[in-house]
T-cell receptor
Framework: DGGITQSPKYLFRKEGQNVTLSCEQN?????MYWYRQDPGQGLRLIYY???????QKGDIAEGYSVSREKKESFPLTVTSAQKNPTAFYLC?????????????FGSGTRLTVV | QKEVEQDPGPLSVPEGAIVSLNCTYS??????FMWYRQYSRKGPELLMY????GNKEDGRFTAQVDKSSKYISLFIRDSQPSDSATYLC???????????FGGGTRVLVKP
């Protein structure tokens, strides 16, 4: 059963902590994305990767870091430098060669600072 | 000014009514247009995909693109309470490009 797995579903972070959100896919898609969604807001792009071992900053990369060591995995670390990390985080994949040019999204991770 | 504008709503309609959603955009290079549906606390799911101008119909859903006006629409006929969700438009200039999303419109269909 192909898809995207985001974990954990809920995550709590203390002030000053780094936390890592997991995104794993078995769709064999080349491109992967991380978005942040705040209540009542649209999607804001944090980082994206179009190929293994390469990634680019999105519109709101400050306070976040990523790695892309494997095609299947694109973890996102929310560092202590991100001053307002409470949000819903979505991972997406994309296969540019497919006739359906849309993204496939995971079910999200809700991060709360406590 | 945002590249893609979408009224946040909420848009409240009675069951069985037609839901009309739209987005305007400023980048004339956009050619690929999509609509996503997002239920609360879930990831968005692709609903409709359209290339260039014209209409596309899939069951109760119809997507329209008017590139001359830089305006896209989504119509939901015979709306059901299960259609209550946030609808996001998205677009890109080329197949391999990143998508640019609208802010989403929240829709409530009342029984």
């Amino acid at each position: 059963d192909g898809g995207i797995t985001q974990s954990p579903k809920y995550l709590f972070r203390k002030e000053g902590q780094n936390v890592t959100l997991s995104c794993e896919q078995n769709l064999n898609h080349d491109a992967m994305y991380w978005y942040r969604q705040d209540p009542g807001q649209g999607l804001r792009l944090i980082y994206y990767s179009q190929i293994v071992n390469d990634f680019q900053k999105g519109d709101i990369a400050e306070g976040y870091s990523v790695s892309r060591e494997k095609k299947e995995s694109f973890p996102l670390t929310v560092t202590s430098a991100q001053k307002n990390p409470t949000a819903f985080y979505l991972c997406a994949t994309h296969n540019p060669g497919h006739i359906n040019y849309g993204y496939t999204f995971g079910s999200g991770t809700r991060l709360t600072v406590v | 000014q945002k590249e893609v504008e979408q009224d946040p709503g909420p848009l409240s309609v009675p069951e069985g009514a037609i839901v009309s959603l739209n987005c305007t955009y400023s980048n004339s290079a956009f050619q690929y247009f999509m609509w996503y549906r997002q239920y609360s606390r879930k990831g968005p799911e692709l609903l409709m995909y359209t290339y260039s101008s014209g209409n596309k119909e899939d069951g109760r859903f119809t997507a329209q693109v008017d590139k001359s006006s830089k305006y896209i629409s989504l119509f939901i006929r015979d709306s059901q309470p299960s259609d209550s969700a946030t609808y996001l438009c998205a677009m890109s200039a080329a197949a391999g490009n990143k998508l640019t999303f609208g802010g989403g419109t929240r829709v409530l269909v009342k029984p």
